[in-house]
């Protein structure tokens, strides 16, 4: 290995043989400190791989510097190396990357491969979330755009439906991406995500049920998992990664890009021949999975507006329900579903055959105004069946299973713990702590609730526990050898002293 450190070479041809000599020699040291044209060319000439170092940085991965433009750049920051700074020099493979340290921070100048640097840096492999809608089919050719950045593709099956995996694959190739990475996370998604939700009664703003949000940190979970095995250097989310694997790059397009609506997605798609499934006309943003699906956009973005029929897909309009009512039993152990009818059911399973049944009658559509994380107020409409009828049914059981304090300290922690869920906060040790509280207080929570489904609407006509703390014995009217109604005298007038006191001052008693 040749070793270059500091001093400057003047453009003269007697120092171009110079250096040659040296190099060829093998000699230890060639003194640099500025790296002239004739040193660029030189170095290109006789192919050699180069790491450049400041101070005690450590050496990263090195390769070929064979572009005029990798130089300039090099060039630009030559200034910065200060003290005894040492350019080793090797041989090596030209397809390899090459990684230029110049500043004392550590961080990363340049980064490239054969390939040439996007418009706006360099980044060797992204993992791109891929539903194949119109956001994510345009931000495989920007991120190739604007960071010359090989894409792969990662799509979760979290129960969105055959239709929605079909031909994703080409797509995903014919909008540039090098490859499309599937895994079925449904079972997964539906025990470990939406029931923790679910046994602590997780509403956003009194409506939300979550859908989108539940099914972030499970994608999420699992692209750490994909960029390890393709070896990526980025991907496109952040909380979550920032828990899971904070070495993780993160790139954010929507704040970087020029888009400014869905039309402009659409004239960008058309631009660089990206199939996308939306036409101007008829513009939704969808979001679906085996808990619900999300409608964003065109006429919603106007709250005055009554969302058209024709919009839903899970259900059907409650006045097209059948006439006649159905009624289902939901079994639950320890404040989770885990039967319907008397037939024990996988947990995606459930859900699944709620969706159907649920979607026949018209159950679980909700229209809202919500407040964004960021302090926007956004509209949207969503319909969730199966899980409208189990969130009837968990907190139904409860009132049969949890004390009053109980429930009151429950309810108001479901709102913290939703806010969280909302946030991108999944993997925070605060909520990780709220999940153990909830498992812990519902662990008595053991039964069935017998639900009534019709024309929209999910009443209870019965619900029962081994573990029930009602009973009938006690609030029977009829006389109770536990509860004397004479004995609610001497409490009432105990529990009612400060509002009596309060009124005898107003009255000068």
């Not at 090596?92 to 004392?104: C, F």
């Amino acid at each position: 290995m040749a070793e270059i450190s500091a001093t400057s070479f003047p453009s003269s041809s007697s120092a171009s043989l110079a250096l040659r000599s040296s190099l060829n020699e093998h000699s230890k040291c060639v003194s640099v400190l500025l790296i002239s044209d004739m040193v660029q060319q030189v170095i290109m000439e006789m192919s050699i791989d180069i790491c450049l170092c400041a101070g005690s940085l450590r050496c990263q991965n090195v390769a070929s510097l064979r572009t005029i433009s990798l130089f300039q750049e090099l060039s630009v920051k030559r200034s910065q190396l200060s003290g005894n700074a040492h350019v080793p020099l090797t041989r090596g493979s030209k397809s390899q990357a090459i990684r230029a340290v110049l500043s004392g921070d550590g961080q990363t100048v340049v980064s490239a491969d054969s390939k040439e640097a996007g418009l706006r840096g360099k980044l060797k492999k992204v993992v791109l979330a891929y539903s194949g809608g119109l956001d994510t089919s345009v931000i495989v050719p920007w991120l190739k755009e604007n960071y010359g950045c090989e894409v792969v593709c990662f799509t979760a099956d979290v129960g969105q439906g055959i239709k929605e995996l079909e031909g994703l694959e080409q797509k995903a190739k014919a909008s540039g991406a090098s490859q499309l990475v599937v895994k079925d996370l449904t079972e997964e998604f539906v025990k470990d995500y939406i029931f923790p939700c679910l046994r602590a009664g997780a509403i956003y703003e009194r409506k939300y049920l979550l859908g989108t949000s539940m099914a972030r940190p499970v994608i999420a979970k699992a692209m750490v998992d994909v960029a390890a095995e393709v070896g990526a250097d980025a991907v496109r989310f952040e909380l979550t990664f920032f828990s899971l694997n904070p070495e993780l790059k993160v790139v954010a397009p929507w704040r970087e890009w020029e888009i400014q609506g869905r039309e402009d997605a659409i004239e960008y798609a058309k631009k660089h021949n990206v199939p996308v499934p939306v036409t101007k006309k008829s513009i939704y943003s969808r979001d679906r999975n085996l808990w619900h699906l999300s409608h964003e956009g065109d006429i919603l973005e106007d709250p005055a507006n009554e969302p058209k029929k024709d919009m839903y897909m899970m259900s059907v309009d409650p006045e097209d329900a059948p006439d006649q009512p159905e009624y289902i039993e939901i079994g639950i152990e320890s404040g989770l579903p885990v039967a319907l009818n008397g037939k024990a059911l996988s947990p995606a399973t459930l859900l699944s055959e709620l969706n159907t049944i649920g979607g026949k009658h018209g159950i679980g559509r909700i229209d809202m105004v919500e407040n964004r994380l960021v302090g926007m107020k956004s509209r949207g409409v969503y319909e969730t069946p199966g899980g409208t009828i189990l969130f009837a049914a968990v907190q139904e059981l409860e009132s049969l299973t949890l004390d009053r304090e109980s429930i009151q300290v429950k309810d108001s922690l479901a709102l913290k713990y939703a806010e969280m869920v909302y946030a991108g906060r999944w993997f925070d040790p605060l909520k990780e702590s709220m999940d153990a509280f909830m498992e812990k207080l519902t662990e008595k929570t053991t039964g069935s609730v017998t639900l009534k489904l019709y024309k929209g609407s999910v009443s209870v006509t019965g619900r029962k526990s081994p573990n029930s703390l009602y009973r009938q014995d006690i609030s029977s009217f009829e006389g109770s050898e536990i509860y004397n109604q004479a004995d609610a005298a001497g409490f009432i007038r105990l529990y009612g002293l400060p509002m009596r006191v309060r009124a005898m001052l107003e009255k000068g008693i």
